[in-house]
């Protein structure tokens, strides 16, 4: 089956600084590729979704500006949270789509983000 | 808009019996998919089964099926001969037909944790 591979898998950072989360697709074209979050006990919150070559679409009541979303190529999304504070401490999950159709996504492993 | 909602926050079945979780949603659209996903303790979200509402024919894959009543717009998912490995959390996910834009994206209920008891 289709392989996701989210990078890196926890990352604890200083307040005020920035992370990046790699999304990549390993033996699939992924046009879209959909960024999630997910707080304590609680069910998958989308964030944006990511289209090769062109801007992500955010969701009502996501910051652009503090979750930049990259999608360069065909197999890779990435997203960085800019200016860390210690309330965007949480799990991140990307999927794609193949690109090709086909009605699953793939999920990665998701990244624990912890801002201290 | 879509919405899925999971009536059942948690459930509890005993190892090697059957638990049937509920999913009801709700749309305008006639064509879209429908899944279960679920969620161990690692987080990685894993696909258990999909049904298209095209099809009037329950999904089955191994010891998971569904119940698609499209009419009352339920999605139900039956484990039947539960093992230890089955905890987790599940998830019942609608996804729109189409694949422009941001179609594709999937709409998750809020989920149910399923314990298994040895």
């Known amino acids: 089956g289709a392989v996701v591979s989210q990078h890196p898998s926890r990352v604890i950072c200083k307040s005020g600084t920035s992370v990046k989360i790699e999304c990549r697709s390993l033996?699939?074209?992924?046009?879209?590729m959909f960024w999630y979050r997910q707080f304590p006990k609680k069910s998958l919150m989308l964030m944006a979704t990511s289209n090769e070559g062109s801007k992500a679409t955010y969701e009502q009541g996501v910051e652009k500006d503090k979750f930049l979303i990259n999608h360069a190529s065909l197999t890779l999304s990435t997203l960085t949270v800019t200016s860390a504070h210690p309330e965007d401490s949480s799990f991140y999950i990307c999927?794609?789509?193949?690109?090709?159709?086909?009605?699953?996504?793939?999920f990665g492993q998701g990244t624990r983000l912890t801002v201290v | 808009a879509q919405t899925v909602t999971q009536s059942q926050p948690e459930m509890s079945v005993q190892e090697a019996e059957t638990v049937t979780l509920s999913c009801t949603y709700d749309t305008s659209e006639s064509d879209y998919y429908l899944f279960w996903y679920k969620q161990p303790p690692s987080r990685q979200m894993i696909l258990v089964i999909r049904q298209e509402a095209y099809k009037q024919q329950n999904a089955t894959e191994n010891r998971f099926s569904v119940n698609f009543q499209k009419a009352a717009k339920s999605f139900s998912l039956k484990i039947s001969d539960s093992q230890l490995g089955d905890a987790a959390m599940y998830f019942c996910a609608y996804r729109s037909w189409g694949y422009g834009g941001s179609q594709g994206n999937l709409i998750f209920g809020k989920g149910t944790k399923l314990s298994v008891k040895p």
């Open positions: 033996d699939f074209q992924a046009t879209t």
């Open positions: 999927s794609a789509r193949v690109r090709t159709g086909g009605s699953e996504a793939f």
